[in-house]
């Protein structure tokens, strides 16, 4: 697991874990045993911690905490992290870290132990540990603020976003960046210069001043007053990083195993590590393994509509090179600057270096005819949602590239095996459904057909994975997954308004649950009439569904589509998206009411999330029992990522198993009483209770 080698007085202690360098105990111990040998051996001056020349380490076994039995084994754990790095930071002779690629978590804590600090330039810093809901456990919450000032480091810890070398250079992170490519050189050199260890622990000029530390203390209170108290890792970290400055360095250790301990009593922090591994597992596909995919080096978008032109960018912003076509020269025009300006917004930002902007826009060819599209080796078609374009536009697909491409729709709502009709090559298509905006949003739903050969499919997954999107395999039905699942709850939303409930109060109550935003101010973003359209594909297919309610249907005759037209279920203002109550709404309802002999009443906010949240899970069931995914947990990955459900609860079927299947049958049996058969329970939920 560790290489020892030692040249020139300097020892060199190589990690050798492939393929990741992952962190497990069994390597903190050889770590120690070799520490211990070379601070014996009477060659050695100084101490060289590597890994691969582009990669140190990818941190702690995130495995390792899903095992966690009690608070106990907890607190052990973290102490068994923190004694084997302390061990590296008590090493008599120098210890540098020569670290390269992401240096996250537990790999920057072991690199934050040693002494001194040399970093590839394409080196990246980050502790993460907050997003999958802990602390850092391994000291990260003391020595990061040792190193870099206690604000910084709390901006650090508490957001778990990166940093560069440059960046890491100037607050004193890392030491030294090791340009012309020699690592190890430039670490000898550290050696050379160090006079003797310079323990992390002991470091104070960056956090002496104790009204700065106060104030960072309470700057950060103040960004966390608002989050949610099911997440406690950022209160916890902040507490630690207190206790280290305060009262001393052993109690932040202290606390920092204290707070990892509380984390992981939280249920929310087992959901987040339960989808940590769910995402890992999506791409795993019985049968697919041995299917070698066809390797995509160019690519082609068909339709620079809204998104094409996200998907186009998301395929640049990986290296692939690709042509987008549209008929309309305006529409690709206006795509084309789209995806310009978008990346010219990356670069002012510093998210992106100016050079690698240029390389990115030299991927990109823009045309309206069929030439420069023909040695594509897959071909998105995102055009207009409608059977008769898309067939067209696939025969001239079909026409124009070779027999060994691959075609890929990007519809929402049509049947594969519709468009599949009329093809030469009908087993060459697949369904990637991305999701707006394509250049952003983590998820594509890979629809395979029953006549999709595994290569295909292989090549669609490696495809959206190269994209570094997390793909999930679906079988071709109506909806597929997502909107399936999706579009019964924004159904939902609309007899909630129709029976008494407030527009606000829907909304109010499902961010409260955790959505990103409520149902009502997303379906105005995305456009009434797409909710009308794409429900009557669905309401076709499933009946269970039920109807949509008429407030939705008046709404889109009278033209309120939404943002898109100033006016949907809310009022919006030239240039200003904010949502404003809407008399004409009111008006649309209050009609609606009339008409259908309705009172309003007031409906309080546990209705409209149990209504609301139930319906998804109950469809959930129903998409299970006709096996259009592989595992409940690829599920529970497409909802957090694909609509912004909460991923502390886990996902839709995770929150249902967490509720307890008997108590969400019972419900859904009360509600369809109360309610409509749209509620009433899947064969297999009742199947699957107790279970
Ligand atoms: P859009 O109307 O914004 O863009 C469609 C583009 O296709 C237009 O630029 C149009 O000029 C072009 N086009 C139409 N016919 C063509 C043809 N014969 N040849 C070449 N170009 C042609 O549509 P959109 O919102 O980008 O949707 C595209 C597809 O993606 C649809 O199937 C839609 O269901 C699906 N989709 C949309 C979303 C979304 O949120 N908008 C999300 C997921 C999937």
């Known amino acids: 697991m560790i290489e020892y080698t030692v040249s020139d007085g300097a020892c060199v202690l190589r990690l050798s874990v492939p393929p990741l360098n992952t962190i497990t105990f069994p390597l903190l111990n050889e770590l120690r045993a070799a520490l211990g040998r070379a601070n014996l051996d009477p060659e050695v001056q100084g101490i060289i911690l590597a890994g691969q020349s582009d990669h140190f380490s990818a941190g702690a076994d995130v495995g390792l905490f899903r095992g966690l039995a009690s608070d106990e084994e907890a607190v052990r754990t973290s102490r068994l992290f923190q004694e084997a790095f302390q061990a590296v930071e008590d090493s ?41 809901g802990i602390n850092p456990g391994a000291g990260g919450t003391q020595r990061l603020p040792r190193l870099i000032g206690t604000e910084e480091a709390l901006t650090m810890l508490l957001t778990g976003e990166a940093i560069d070398a440059r960046r890491a250079r100037a607050l004193g992170l890392v030491d030294a960046i090791g340009e012309g490519g020699d690592l190890l050189e430039s670490a000898r050199t550290s050696l050379r210069s160090a006079r003797g260890p310079r323990k992390t622990g002991l470091c104070t000029d960056k956090v002496s001043n104790a009204a700065a530390n106060e104030a960072a203390f309470r700057g950060a209170r103040q960004r966390l007053a608002g989050m949610r108290p099911e997440i406690v890792a950022p209160w916890k970290i902040l507490e630690a990083v207190q206790a280290g400055l305060v009262e001393s360095f052993q109690a932040g250790l202290r606390r920092e195993q204290e707070g990892f301990a509380a984390c992981m009593n939280t249920l929310a922090t087992r959901n987040k590590i339960y989808l940590f591994f769910a995402a890992r597992e999506t791409s795993r596909i019985p049968g697919l393994a041995e299917q070698a995919a066809a390797d995509v080096t160019k690519a082609a978008v068909i339709g620079m509509g809204t998104m094409g032109t996200g998907i186009a960018q998301a395929l640049m912003m990986s290296g692939i090179r690709v042509a987008v076509l549209d008929q309309d020269v305006s529409a690709l025009e206006r795509g084309v600057d789209r995806i310009r300006s978008s990346v010219r917004k990356r670069v002012e ?73 009329g093809m030469r090559h009908p087993e060459r298509l697949v369904g990637m459904h991305f999701f707006n ?14 006549a999709t050969p595994a290569k295909v499919v292989a090549t669609a997954v490696r495809f959206a994975k190269a994209l570094r999107k997390t793909p999930v395999l679906v079988r071709n039905r109506e909806g597929f997954l997502v909107n399936r699942l999706f579009i019964p709850y924004l159904k939902e939303a609309f007899w909630l308004l129709e029976e008494g409930a407030d527009a606000p109060a829907i909304d109010g109550a499902m961010v409260e649950f955790g959505f990103p935003m409520g149902p009502l101010t997303l379906i105005d973003m995305a456009g009434l009439d797409v909710l009308v359209l794409t429900d009557r594909v669905l309401t076709g297919a499933f009946r269970s569904h039920g109807p949509l309610s008429n407030v939705a249907v008046r709404l889109v005759e009278r033209g309120h589509l939404g943002q898109k037209s100033g006016s949907g279920v809310y009022r919006y203002e030239k240039g200003d998206r904010t949502p404003r109550p809407s008399a004409e709404a009111a008006r649309v309802i209050a009609e609606v009411q009339q008409a259908e002999g309705r009172a309003p009443r007031p409906v309080g906010q546990d209705e409209i999330i149990r209504r609301l949240a139930l319906r998804m899970v109950n469809e959930a069931f129903y998409v299970m029992a006709e096996g259009i995914v592989q595992r409940e947990s690829d599920m529970d990955v497409a909802m957090v990522l694909g609509t912004g459900f909460p991923d502390f609860r886990g996902g839709v079927l995770k929150y249902a198993r967490d509720l307890g299947l008997g108590h969400v049958r019972a419900d859904l049996d009360r509600l369809a009483a109360e309610c409509g058969a749209r509620f009433a329970p899947c064969r297999l939920l009742r199947e699957m209770e107790g279970v």
């Open 437 to 450: 905006p394509a250049h952003s949003m983590p998820l594509v739903e890979i629809i395979r057909r029953d």
């Open 92 to 132: 008599p002779k120098p210890v540098v870290a020569a670290v390269a690629g992401r240096v996250m978590g537990s790999a920057l804590e072991l690199a934050m132990a040693c002494h001194f600090r040399v970093c590839a330039p394409s080196a990246r810093f980050s502790m993460p540990e907050v997003t999958l």
């Open 349 to 421: 930002q510093g998210r992106l270096a100016p050079e690698a902007a240029e390389g990115m826009l030299g991927l990109l060819s823009a045309t309206t005819g069929w030439r420069e599209v023909a040695d594509a080796q897959l071909v998105i078609e995102a055009v207009f949602e409608d059977a008769a374009v898309k067939r067209t536009v696939l025969g001239q697909i079909e026409g124009a590239c070779g027999e060994e491409a691959i075609i890929a729709s990007n519809t929402s709502t049509i049947s594969l095996d519709s468009l599949a009709e």
